[in-house]
C-alpha cells in the first residue's frame, strides 16, 4: 500500500490559526508512505531523505524488508517529545490522532518507508503533508472510514503534539484539492469552495534555501500567542466576553462588522509600542500567573514584549485580500493577473513590516521574481525561510525562470540545491490518495 499527499502554495499567511478563511491550492510536489501491516505492535519507521537512514528500491519498487531501522516504538505506547523536532514526530502525529479518535488499543503494527520531493523546512509544508498521509495510511490500514473533513480536522489537531500551535489550512488542502482548482477553505465549519485560478498565469515557487524548522523555535507560537492576546484587548474593549474569546474573528463576528472596521477598531484600541506582559495584565485586569498559566502557551511564558497592533492589523488585512483575491478570480477582469500580483506583493509587505515573518534572503528573492517578469511575489508557508510563489504570465516563463536561476542561484553557492526543488512551476494538485497493491 502506498498513500500519496500532495502540498499546496497557498493565500492567506498565518491567518488560518485566528479563523479567517485561506486559498491555497495543492502543488504537484508530493510525500509518499509505503505501508506494510505487520502482525507484531511494532511500528518501523525509514525514511528515503538522504539526511535520514539508507534505504532500499529495486527496479522502481520500494522494498519494506528494512535493512536499518531508523526508528522503531510501540503502536500502543505512542510519545511525542514536543522539544525534539524530528521527522518521525509528524507520523507519529497522524497515527496518535487517529488511534485517539476511535479509542483504539492493541493495535496492529506497520513497517513505513517514507518518501518525497517536498524540500523539508521549505515553506510548503512537509511536516503537515507527513502527519496527514501518516493519518490516511493508518485509517486504511485498520480499516476504518472517515470523511476528508473528518480527516483534516484530527490531523489539523493532533500536529498539535510537537507543540506547534498552527491552525488548519495545510491538513484541509492536503484532503480537500482538486487537480485544476484552488480552494477557499473556510473554518467552523471546515469547507472548501472552488476558486478557478486565471488561465493566463503560471505560479512559480523559488526555494530561498534558508531551511526554517517552525517546531524548533518559538516564532510560530509568539505569533499565534500574540494574536490571541490581541484578540482578547480588543473583545475587552469591546466590553465582550474576552475570557472566552481565542482568536481574532472571532472579535470581529461577534461585533458584527466589516473586515475595513476592524482595522479602524484595531488603529483606536491598540498601540504600536510593544506590550509588556504586565500591560497586558492591567488592560485585561488579571494577574501574571493567570496570564502565564491560562493564555499563554509554555514556549512563550518567557516572551518580554509582544506587537499586537501590528499582528491584528496583518490578520485583518489578510483576511480582506483573502476575499478580494477570489473576488477578481470569480469576476476575471482583463487585468485579473495584476491585480491578483497586487495583493501578493501587498500580502508579502505586510508579513515583512507587520508580522515579522520574512528574512532578508526571502525579501531579495521576491525583489528578483518581480524584477524578472512576476506580477506579483511574496514568501509562503510560515516564513522565516523556505520559499516564495510568484504570478507570472504564461508567456513570461521561460525567461523568467532562467533569469531567476542565474540571479538567485547561480551567482551562490544556492546552485547546488536540486534545480527542482528549488525554483518550479506548478499547477492546482489533486489532494490524498491511497494505492492498494497485491
Not at 534572503?361 to 506580477?375: N, S, W, Y
Not at 531567476?404 to 489532494?431: D, I, W
Amino acid at each position: 500500500m502506498t498513500s500519496r499527499i500532495h502540498r499546496y502554495c497557498q493565500k492567506g499567511e498565518h491567518i488560518d490559526y485566528c479563523g479567517y478563511s485561506v486559498l491555497p491550492m495543492a502543488v504537484e510536489q508530493d510525500m509518499l508512505i509505503a505501508v506494510e501491516p505487520v502482525k507484531t505492535h511494532i511500528l518501523q519507521l525509514a525514511n528515503t531523505n538522504p539526511l535520514y537512514p539508507y534505504w532500499v528500491k529495486k527496479k522502481m519498487k520500494i522494498t519494506l524488508s528494512l535493512p536499518r531501522r531508523d526508528f522503531s516504538t510501540s503502536a500502543n505506547n505512542i510519545q511525542i517529545d514536543k522539544t525534539k523536532p524530528l521527522w518521525h514526530n509528524y507520523f507519529l502525529c497522524g497515527f496518535k490522532g487517529i488511534q485517539e479518535h476511535f479509542g483504539l488499543s492493541d493495535l496492529t503494527g506497520m513497517n513505513c518507508l517514507v518518501d518525497g520531493n517536498i524540500p523539508p523546512s521549505s515553506g510548503l509544508s512537509s511536516s503537515s503533508a507527513l502527519v496527514c498521509c501518516a493519518g490516511l495510511v493508518t485509517l486504511t490500514v485498520l480499516g476504518m472510514n472517515l470523511s476528508k473533513v473528518e480527516l483534516a480536522e484530527i490531523c489539523a489537531k493532533s500536529e498539535h503534539y510537537t507543540g506547534t500551535e498552527g491552525g488548519g489550512m495545510d491538513q484541509s488542502i492536503s484532503f480537500l484539492a482538486e487537480e485544476g482548482t484552488a480552494k477557499l477553505i473556510e473554518f467552523s465549519p471546515l469547507r472548501a469552495t472552488d476558486v478557478k485560478l486565471p488561465s493566463g498565469a503560471v505560479f512559480v515557487i523559488a526555494n530561498s534555501c534558508v531551511e526554517m524548522n517552525k517546531a524548533a523555535t518559538s516564532h510560530f507560537n509568539i505569533r499565534v500567542m500574540e494574536c490571541r492576546l490581541a484578540a482578547k484587548l480588543l473583545a475587552k474593549h469591546k466590553c465582550l466576553p474576552w475570557e472566552e474569546v481565542l482568536r481574532l474573528e472571532e472579535v470581529q463576528a461577534k461585533l458584527g462588522v466589516s473586515l475595513e472596521e476592524m482595522l479602524l477598531i484595531t488603529e483606536d484600541t491598540l498601540h504600536s509600542e510593544p506590550y509588556s506582559p504586565e500591560e497586558i495584565c492591567r488592560c485585561l485586569g488579571i494577574s501574571l500567573q493567570e496570564l502565564k498559566t491560562q493564555i499563554l502557551s509554555p514556549n512563550t511564558q518567557d516572551v518580554l514584549t509582544f506587537k499586537l497592533y501590528q499582528r491584528a492589523k496583518h490578520v485583518y488585512s489578510e483576511a480582506a485580500r483573502v476575499l478580494q483575491f477570489k473576488k477578481i478570480c470569480e469576476e476575471a477582469p482583463d487585468n485579473t493577473v495584476q491585480l491578483l500580483g497586487e495583493l501578493m506583493n501587498q500580502s508579502h509587505v505586510s508579513c515583512r513590516d507587520m508580522y515579522e515573518c520574512s528574512c532578508p534572503e526571502l525579501d531579495q528573492l521576491v525583489d528578483i521574481c518581480r524584477k524578472f517578469g512576476a506580477q506579483g511575489s511574496r514568501l509562503t508557508g510560515a516564513g522565516w525561510g523556505g520559499c516564495t510563489v510568484s504570478i507570472v504570465p504564461a508567456d513570461k516563463l521561460s525567461s523568467f525562470l532562467a533569469n531567476v536561476h542565474e540571479a538567485y542561484y547561480q551567482r551562490s553557492n544556492r546552485s547546488l540545491v536540486p534545480e527542482k526543488q528549488s525554483l518550479f512551476a506548478t499547477k492546482p494538485g489533486g489532494g490524498a490518495l491511497v494505492f492498494l497493491e497485491a
